[in-house]
Each structure stands twice: as C-alpha cells, then as structure tokens.
C-alpha cells in the first residue's frame, strides 16, 4: 500500500514542481474557449448553443497537451525501468500514473470551466451541469490517452503520434459528453441516458486503459 | 543462492545479440561480463533483469523466491540514474525505497555513499557523479540479492569508486550477488570474467 501512495505522491510531485507542466492544460484551455468569442463575434444566442462543444474541444486538446509526458520523462531518465522492477503489478503502475495524471491535469479543466463558462454566455445552473459532464468525461480521455502514451513511449517527437493515435479513440466520449452537456442547456432535452453512457465510457477506459497500457509498454521495451 | 543460465540467447530488433551462453554465479560471487562495444553486455543485464526477453535457453535464480520474476529481487543500476530534478536527493531516494518494498531509512543509506549533506537539494544541481551515487544509495537501503551494475564506475571519482567497492564487498559478504558489465577493473579482487563476443 506505501507503495501506491508513494507512487502517486511523487507523480503529483513532479507535475506540481517547475517544469511539471500540470497547469499548461489549465492554461491552454483557458486561452483557446477566450479566444473563441472574439473569433464567433457577439452573438450571445450563437455562443451559448455551442458553448458545451467549445469546452468540451478544448478540454479534449488540453488533456492531450501533457499526455506525453505520462511516460515520456520516466523513459528519458530510465525511472520506467525500475517501475517494470518494482513489486506492483505493472497494470497498477500504470493506473496510478494515471490518476496522478488526471488529478493534475484534468481535474483543474473541470475546476476552471464554470469560470470559462461566463465567456461563452453560459447560465450558471447548466454550468454545473456540463462541469459535471467533464468530470464524469475526462477519466475516459486520460486513460485512453494512457494507452497511446504506453505505444509512443519509445518514439522521438512521440507527441505529435500520440494525438494521431488518441483522437480517434476519444470521439464517443466527445459525442456523449456533449450532448450531455447540451441537454442540460436546452429545456426538455434528457440529460440522463446520455451522462450515463458517458459515465460508462470512463469506467471502460478506466478498467482497459491500464491493461492496454501494460501491455503495450512490456512489448514496446524490448 | 545460484543465478544460473543455460544456453542463453538474445536477439534484438531480429539480430542476435549473443546465443549459447553458459555461466553460474553463487552467493558472495561476482561476475564480471567483458567485451567489446555492442557484445550484449548491456543486454544481458537488461535481460537478466527482465527489461528484455530471451530468445533461448533458461535464466533462474536457485534458492531465490520461486513465484518472484528475477528482476523483482534483482537491483539494475543502469546507464540512467532515474533521478527527478524537481525533486530532493531525499525524496528521490525515499521514492524508490517505498516503491520497492521499503528497508533502511533513506538518511543511513545517503550517509553510506557520501550524500547526506545534500539531502535536501534538489537533485538538478547534482553532478553526474553525485546523481550515480544517489543511484547507488537504493541498492543499499533496499535489501535485494542481485545487483545487475552496467559500468557501475562511470562518472565516479576515485574516492566513491573505493566507496562503491566497500558497498559491493559488504553485499558479497552477506551473500548477496552481483553481475557487473565493466571495461576496466571495479576494485573487487576475486571476481570471475564471462567475455562476451568472439575471442
């Protein structure tokens, strides 16, 4: 057990201290949603109905900013080696990196949305709603992305592959957590069945992530 | 304790590294594995250690823990040192003991190479000699029976490579083993020499 919080206590470490890069996800996403209203023009109806989708696309870009570096630093200073050494199972390594991860990077997406939300002309009671889509979404973008991040591990420049690979794989999620956040935008419209396939994407992501991840970095080390 | 191999072989990449090597080490033995550039030392540490898939043959560890891989009881001192520069010599040094498995408290280990006045820097403004012996520290805090060392010597001046010597004598004595890829002389007197490539 002291070595799981140890894990993920140094993990958090390293994000937070300078050079981490936990909060240029942050950063990132509040730079692009500002940049959309004075791309979109004033038009407060037009912004509110694609508000949700605006954050949701810059969520998804800001998570795969530092995805990279999941793996990335561990391989360049050979942590990772002694990771594969370590008693724990490689497929729990690999899962508490990747809490790490989200608690450093995904979670502050979902804490500074509202904020953005007031940009994008967005009410405040459906604010709470699409932050709690983002919340129940970004564990599922994070553990997919824990699979790219596993296959480019080994490759120099790995990032720009790591969002040709990643993308695709994070599309339902995008659809559904949209919708979902829409539906708590629009009157009448069911939040329910969408947030719940939502919800089950994260879980999928959560339990083969990890598999996939371990998988792909005992082959990909050799 | 016997680490034991048989007929071991390694390719990479499709290429045979080596093929058809044969050697045993006992407890309080070294092994020193020699030769040219690109002979496979490496190679065989990083095999040994799991890091690498054999080809052929077997590799166990007699009297060691059956259900344990070899690389769990097994230190691989690399050519990476996996220091984190943001973070302390101390919390990088309690980070590896906690995760592999706990043992001495990480102050005792740090004085055992020399490093406890820096116990609290942050371990970019080491040098590569002090980053190697903050490395070497793990495999004294945490109590393993093999130690996989690749050019354990390198960066080191001559002082922590005397250290470095007590520190593998003191396994040896215990009945610890080690496997060392190495160019020139590691100041341990009986150790055996497995060359590795053609004659």
């Keep these: 057990m002291s070595a799981v919080t140890a894990l993920l206590e140094r993990d958090m470490r390293v994000a937070i201290r300078a050079g981490g890069g936990a909060l240029m996800g942050a950063l990132f996403f509040l730079i692009v949603v500002t940049m959309v209203p004075f791309a979109i023009g004033p038009d407060l109806r037009l912004l509110a109905r694609i508000g949700p989708a605006i954050l949701w696309l810059g969520a998804l870009l800001a998570s795969l900013l530092a995805l990279d570096r999941l793996f990335a630093t561990d391989y360049d200073d050979g942590s990772l080696d002694l990771l594969m050494t370590g008693n724990m199972p490689l497929e729990l390594t690999v899962t508490i990196k990747a809490i790490a991860h989200w608690l450093t990077t995904g979670l502050p997406l979902v804490v500074v949305a509202p904020v953005l939300g007031l940009l994008l002309n967005i009410e405040l009671r459906a604010m709470g709603a699409v932050a709690l889509t983002l919340l129940a979404g970004t564990p599922a973008l994070t553990f997919v992305g824990l699979i790219g991040a596993a296959l480019s591990v080994a490759l120099r420049r790995g990032g720009l592959l790591l969002a040709v690979l990643v993308l695709p794989l994070t599309v339902p999620v995008l659809i559904f957590g949209v919708s979902a956040a829409n539906a708590a935008i629009v009157d009448g419209a069911p939040f329910g069945p969408a947030f719940t396939i939502l919800c089950a994407l994260s879980l999928f992501a959560v339990v083969l992530g990890p598999i996939a991840a371990a998988a792909a970095l005992r082959y990909g080390l050799e | 304790m016997y680490l034991r191999a048989e007929n071991l072989g390694c390719q990479r990449a499709g290429r045979e590294i080596f093929a058809g090597l044969n050697f045993a080490v006992g407890g309080g033995e070294a092994l020193l594995v020699t030769g040219r550039n690109g002979a496979g030392k490496s190679s065989l540490l990083r095999l040994i250690a799991g890091l690498v898939r054999q080809s052929a043959g077997r590799l166990e560890l007699e009297g060691g823990e059956t259900d344990t891989p070899i690389g769990e009881q097994a230190h691989y001192l690399g050519h990476l040192d996996a220091v984190k520069p943001s973070l302390t010599v101390a919390e990088n040094l309690r980070f590896?003991?906690?995760?592999?498995?706990?043992?001495?408290?990480?102050?005792?280990?740090?004085?055992?190479?020399?490093?406890?006045?820096?116990?609290?820097?942050?371990?970019?403004?080491?040098?590569?000699?002090?980053?190697?012996?903050?490395?070497?520290?793990?495999?004294?805090?945490?109590?393993?029976?093999?130690?996989?060392?690749?050019?354990?010597?390198?960066?080191?001046?001559?002082?922590?490579?005397?250290?470095?010597?007590?520190?593998?004598?003191?396994?040896?004595?215990?009945?610890?083993?080690?496997?060392?890829a190495t160019h020139g002389a590691i100041g341990l007197e009986r150790a055996r020499e497995l060359k590795l490539g053609p004659p």
């Design chain 2, 96 to 180: 590896w003991i906690e995760f592999l498995g706990g043992g001495r408290p990480a102050a005792a280990a740090l004085e055992a190479v020399g490093l406890a006045p820096l116990a609290d820097l942050p371990a970019v403004y080491l040098s590569a000699g002090q980053k190697r012996r903050l490395s070497i520290a793990r495999l004294v805090a945490v109590a393993r029976p093999l130690w996989l060392l690749d050019e354990p010597t390198s960066a080191l001046d001559a002082a922590s490579q005397r250290r470095l010597a007590e520190l593998m004598r003191t396994h040896l004595a215990g009945g610890g083993l080690i496997v060392a």
